[in-house]
């Protein structure tokens, strides 16, 4: 079984509706985060969380909402769908510990199209 | 800020060794790494840098050099599954997020 999931993998929708996103892992880690990635824009951080109580916004917040509903879970919210959302998201965990590496591994993306 | 720069595309032939350079400018440096990833997938992990010098995984190196700001990953031996694209990311000082460069996307050809 996959460690990060993200569900829809696929969406479809209409500007102006509100979409949420989801996340979850298995893999025990406290950090999660939630990035968005367009042709030639590369991978940006939409928002991370390091703990159930905790919410940072990253460099490219406007417009989204975050959700860390339980150490395993953590939702994206777009309140009001717009064209220029439309791209891969992905979802992304790591620990911390500071005698490892404490890489980020990622979930498998949802792909984002709003019209 | 964080400022990433790495080539957009390079092509090779199978069985070559290709280098990829990556070069930052950043108010906080804890780290560097390189992740693969292949159209359509999640970006995977592939190497860690946070002292200077090489590290060897395999068929694929990544070297560090702190104060020129500059690191590469050496892919030898190149497969046709090696076409992918690259990333290069640094962490911050205070560990806390990654920076990713836009990525460069190397096709191998027979």
């Known amino acids: 079984d996959a460690d990060v999931t993200q569900t829809p993998r696929n969406r479809i929708t209409k500007t102006g509706k509100r979409i949420m996103l989801e996340c979850s892992q298995t893999?025990?880690?406290?950090?999660m985060y939630w990035y968005r990635q367009d042709p030639g824009l590369g991978l940006r951080l939409i928002y991370y969380?390091?703990?159930?109580?905790?919410?940072n916004k990253g460099e490219i917040s406007d417009g989204y909402s975050v959700s860390r509903q339980a150490q395993a879970k953590f939702s994206l919210s777009l309140e009001s769908a717009i064209p220029n959302q439309t791209a891969l998201y992905f979802c992304?965990?790591?620990?911390?510990?500071?005698?490892?590496?404490?890489?980020?591994?990622f979930g498998p993306g949802t792909r984002l199209t709003v019209l | 800020g964080q400022n990433i720069d790495q080539p957009t595309e390079m092509t090779a032939t199978e069985g070559a060794i290709v280098q990829i350079n990556c070069t930052y400018q950043?108010?906080?440096?804890?780290?560097l790494f390189w992740y693969q990833q292949h159209a359509g997938e999640a970006p995977t992990f592939l190497s860690y840098?946070?002292?200077?010098g090489l590290e060897e995984k395999g068929r694929f190196s990544s070297f560090l050099s702190r104060s020129k700001g500059y690191s590469y990953l050496l892919l030898k031996e190149l497969q046709m599954k090696d076409s992918a694209s690259y990333l290069c990311?640094?962490?911050?000082?205070?560990?806390?997020?990654?920076?990713f460069g836009k990525g460069t996307m190397l096709l191998v050809s027979p």
């Open positions: 992304a965990t790591s620990d911390f510990q500071t005698d490892s590496f404490s890489e980020q591994f």
């Open positions: 840098n946070v002292l200077d």
């Open positions: 950043t108010s906080g440096f804890n780290g």
């Open positions: 969380s390091f703990d159930v109580k905790d919410i």
């Open positions: 893999k025990g880690h406290d950090r």
């Open positions: 990311a640094v962490r911050d000082g205070g560990y806390s997020t990654l920076t």
